[in-house]
């Protein structure tokens, strides 16, 4: 293969937005229950998932491949099949920075990563580029779980790992969600208590060991980040999501020794 057939086929693979993206529209069709035939607005999902519209169309296209929508006439998009039961992942694997993501949380949280590294210790531990080592520290820092250090070297922050953390942690979010609660402006969307809903009967009517860590996380975190975001009071969202963001670290290892009953 020539170097311009390579090129050529890499602008044709979906980028990591638009599969992160593809697969946030296949957890909303699944926490919905949305039979085949709805309608999806791709302005609505756009502005539900903070992007533009053409990410949009690129993972509604990319989804339409899988066989999860179809064309609905004109240039709109319906859902096309029934996938209650069927998992994300194997509907739509993460895009590889994602994933990569994943591990790095993973290893950190199981004490496998020091607290201080540096890119080019990185590089040889994944066998990824520079660039795409960088782009995902920066992303920790950006979402509060690591900083950059004068010079060279990233340091991971102080994650929740006694229960004391755990225990100081709760009582935060007990104090933020209740006075999210308790806000003049404090209004709940009924498609997203729907959906919240949904996306917890499923977990909980899930057979034993069926629903991994990240979905379990992602049904949690996004419980709380919702209530707090019905306050419209950023600051009381941006605290959750912070807080979600430092569990997430210590959970993906934890749920691997929580028992069903637990679980559920």
């Known amino acids: 293969m020539t170097p311009d057939a390579r090129t050529d086929d890499q602008d044709d693979l979906p980028s990591d937005l638009q599969i992160e993206v593809a697969r946030r529209i296949l957890q909303r069709i699944r926490d919905l229950g949305l039979s085949p035939g709805t309608r999806l607005s791709t302005t609505d999902l756009a502005r539900s998932f903070g992007v533009s519209r053409s990410p949009v169309a690129a993972a509604l296209d990319l989804l339409a491949e899988k066989g999860v929508v179809t064309p609905a006439g004109g240039r709109g998009m319906a859902v096309a099949r029934d996938i209650t039961g069927e998992s994300i992942t194997d509907l739509l694997p993460s895009s590889p920075a994602e994933a990569l993501y994943q591990q790095i949380m993973r290893d950190r949280a199981a004490g496998l990563l020091p607290q201080e590294v540096s890119e080019a210790e990185l590089l040889p531990r994944y066998g990824e580029s520079r660039g795409l080592i960088r782009k995902l520290l920066m992303r ?125």
Do not use: K
């Open 140 to 264: 920790f820092a950006a979402e509060g779980l690591a900083r950059r250090l004068p010079g060279h070297g990233w340091r991971f922050v102080d994650s929740l790992e006694t229960d004391a953390d755990y225990a100081a942690s709760y009582e935060f979010r007990i104090i933020v969600e209740c006075a999210a609660l308790q806000t003049p402006g404090f209004s709940a969307d009924p498609e997203q208590i729907r959906q919240i809903r949904r996306a917890h009967e499923l977990v909980r009517e899930a057979p034993p060991n069926s629903v991994g860590s990240d979905e379990w996380f992602r049904v949690n975190a996004n419980f709380h980040e919702t209530i707090a975001s019905w306050s419209g009071n950023r600051f009381l969202h941006e605290a959750i999501q912070r807080q979600n963001n430092l569990r997430r670290m210590q959970e993906t290892v934890y749920y691997q020794v929580l028992g069903p009953d637990r679980l559920q």
